[in-house]
């Protein structure tokens, strides 16, 4: 089974330039997410979508960043402009998704490798 | 919003020292993962704790829940140089469903 795919890899930009993420979960996953992880943290959630709806997008600073994804497959992560605190590796996860309930077991989410993104 | 906070930040052992990292919540979790991250590579799902005072293993790790499902610990034995990377615990973020929120991570390092 093929593991979540993101692309580009790495990426170094200037301040004030844009720049686009893409992500390509694992076939039959309904739920995507986007995370944000600074070095020495833990991952951020900053968008998450059921399908090619926006479950959550609480933590995503939409004045700069955007996501979509459009046919509920594969997504894009936009940041424009981009700014120097926004270097960090940019995951995606995906998971099944399903139906929440109480007692329910917290559906395992699998990751892609990253894009480490350096911003000068 | 709900933190998890884990304790310690780093740690530093020989190899086949034992290895402890403990997560804490300041609100009762329905359930607890564990993630593993090695170095320049990304998370990957340890397990999933649910149940109040739950222990679960694999192979030489050590799983967790509080009887308050307020805190979890992941227990080492004999530490090996593959055992290397930052441990996450993570827990519900919210009413969004699969939303989690990480704690900060241990980063482990095993010295040979």
């Given at each position: 089974e093929?593991?979540v795919?993101?692309s580009p890899?790495?990426?170094?930009?200037?301040k004030?330039q844009s720049v686009?993420f893409?992500?390509?979960p694992?076939?039959?996953h309904?739920t995507?997410?986007?995370?944000?992880?600074?070095?020495?943290?833990?991952?951020?959630?900053?968008?998450?979508f059921q399908n090619?709806?926006v479950?959550?997008d609480?933590?995503?600073?939409k004045d700069?960043?955007s996501a979509?994804?459009?046919?509920?497959?594969d997504s894009?992560?936009k940041?424009q402009?981009a700014k120097l605190?926004?270097?960090?590796?940019y995951?995606?996860?995906?998971?099944?998704?399903?139906?929440?309930?109480?007692?329910?077991l917290?559906e395992?989410?699998y990751f892609?490798?990253?894009?480490?993104?350096?911003?000068? | 919003g709900?933190?998890?906070m884990q304790?310690?930040q780093?740690?530093?052992v020989?190899?086949?020292?034992?290895?402890?990292?403990?997560?804490?919540?300041?609100?009762t979790?329905?359930?607890i993962?564990?993630?593993?991250?090695?170095p320049?590579?990304?998370?990957v799902?340890?397990?999933?704790l649910?149940?109040?005072?739950?222990v679960?293993?694999?192979?030489?790790?050590?799983?967790?829940?509080?009887?308050?499902?307020?805190?979890?610990?992941?227990h080492?034995?004999?530490?090996q140089?593959t055992d290397?990377g930052?441990?996450?615990c993570?827990?519900?973020?919210?009413?969004?469903y699969?939303?989690?929120?990480f704690g900060?991570g241990?980063?482990?390092?095993?010295?040979?």
């Amino acid at each position: 089974e093929a593991g979540v795919a993101q692309s580009p890899r790495y990426k170094i930009i200037e301040k004030r330039q844009s720049v686009a993420f893409w992500c390509n979960p694992i076939s039959g996953h309904a739920t995507l997410y986007w995370y944000q992880q600074i070095l020495g943290q833990g991952p951020k959630l900053l968008i998450q979508f059921q399908n090619n709806g926006v479950v959550d997008d609480s933590q995503l600073p939409k004045d700069r960043f955007s996501a979509e994804r459009l046919k509920g497959v594969d997504s894009t992560l936009k940041i424009q402009p981009a700014k120097l605190e926004d270097s960090a590796v940019y995951l995606c996860a995906s998971s099944l998704g399903g139906v929440w309930g109480a007692g329910r077991l917290q559906e395992t989410q699998y990751f892609g490798p990253g894009t480490r993104l350096l911003v000068l | 919003g709900q933190q998890v906070m884990q304790i310690p930040q780093y740690q530093h052992v020989q190899e086949g020292e034992d290895f402890t990292t403990y997560c804490n919540s300041s609100t009762t979790l329905s359930n607890i993962q564990w993630y593993k991250q090695r170095p320049g590579g990304h998370p990957v799902f340890l397990i999933q704790l649910v149940k109040s005072g739950e222990v679960k293993k694999q192979k030489r790790l050590t799983f967790q829940f509080g009887e308050a499902k307020k805190n979890s610990s992941l227990h080492i034995t004999a530490t090996q140089t593959t055992d290397v990377g930052t441990y996450f615990c993570a827990g519900p973020g919210g009413t969004s469903y699969g939303k989690l929120t990480f704690g900060q991570g241990t980063i482990l390092t095993v010295h040979p």
